[in-house]
């Protein structure tokens, strides 16, 4: 019986030894892994598993119950290959295949595995190049930004949300002259945030819109584009830290798929679709997906189709990190408006009803608060 036990002993450290060492480069063993691990086994088993220890628990389990099988657990856990999806083998031997390996978490309107979100990482001489732009959605965001302060005045209030911007140079190609590179230093996502900003004032919601040229502070201290956040985050920390009151905060982003895949048609207006990217190496996913849901079936009853789900990434290099800063905050949210293909003036238009969809949410979400 000694023997028996000791030869169980080894080969359970040499099962969680193997665990642990199975997960390839950007691969952890995080709070979401063990949640989908967990999602497979069910009480029963569960139960049964301890009823080999103490034989009270199988008297809870129904007459006839088969012993569950933990072989496919065991072969997700130590080859990290899940059988009943291809993608986790060939994502390993197919050269950029690995870009299609992460997790829809909720599927918009044609959303699928071929055209999930693409991360968009240049060298920092493509991000800092000099590019002509066109100067007309600069000079829309002064007037509106003129005829909102002569008729609106919000600055007795708290400050609720903060928006930055990672990324804060990605751009849109049809605002940009003479270039493939859709990347700028003042024509960029940080003009869709500081509409957002304007839109949530609108409805009584007083935003933080940080434009930190994230790009040239990368620059300044040498460090990669897969540092972004580590840049934003301090950012991040240093809104909160100042402003106690803050209670949401959204990072903008656009995406790099084409045109096809990111436009939708709304009452026979162009509209760039919004997608939420969630990072699941972190311990607050959970609550950053339940805010994502709820905004996203509310952008689905009203406007159908402007939302194309929520994605969880893969943990790769690229700057995806599995976490986007939002382990900061349980209401953090990274939202990408659009994609290289889109106008300004169609992500304008997104950030209008996101605006009037998130605000709809806030004031309900304040008053449970009450």
Known sequence: MKVMSLVMGVMLIFFFTATLTAFGPGYSLTSASVHNLSDQLTVE?????????????????????????????AFELTTNINPDDPRSLLGRELPGFSLFDGRIITAGEGADYTNMPM????PMEVLLAEREASTERLDELDELKQSFSENENIDDLPVTVHIVHTHNRESFLPELQNTTEAFHDTVNITLAGEKL????????????????????????????????????REIVKDAAEENADIEFFFD????????????????GVKYAQ??????????????NEALARELHQ??????????????????TGSGRNGVYNQDLSYNSLLVEFGG??????????????????????????REDEM
């Open 340 to 365: 290289v293909e889109n106008s300004l003036e169609e992500v304008y238009r997104s950030v209008e009803l996101f605006a009037e969809v998130f605000s709809e949410y806030y004031w309900e979400y």
């Open 45 to 73: 088993s569960l139960v049964y598993i301890l009823g080999n220890e103490n034989r009270y628990f199988q008297q809870s389990l129904p007459s006839g119950h088969e012993p569950p099988s933990l072989t496919p657990l």
């Open 298 to 315: 509310r952008m689905d009853e009203h406007y159908y189709g402007l939302s194309r789900g929520i994605f969880a990434p893969p943990v």
């Open 252 to 267: 903008l982003h656009r995406d790099s798929q084409p045109r096809e895949m990111t436009t939708v048609e709304i009452n």
């Open 119 to 122: 991360e968009s990482a240049p």
């Open 274 to 287: 919004t997608l939420f990217v969630i990072g699941e190496n972190n311990p607050n996913y959970n609550e």
């Open 197 to 232: 900003g304007l839109e949530l004032a609108k409805h009584g919601i007083r935003a933080d819109v940080d434009t930190t040229d994230i790009g040239s502070k990368l620059n300044e201290r040498n460090w990669q584009y897969s540092q972004s956040y580590d840049m934003s």
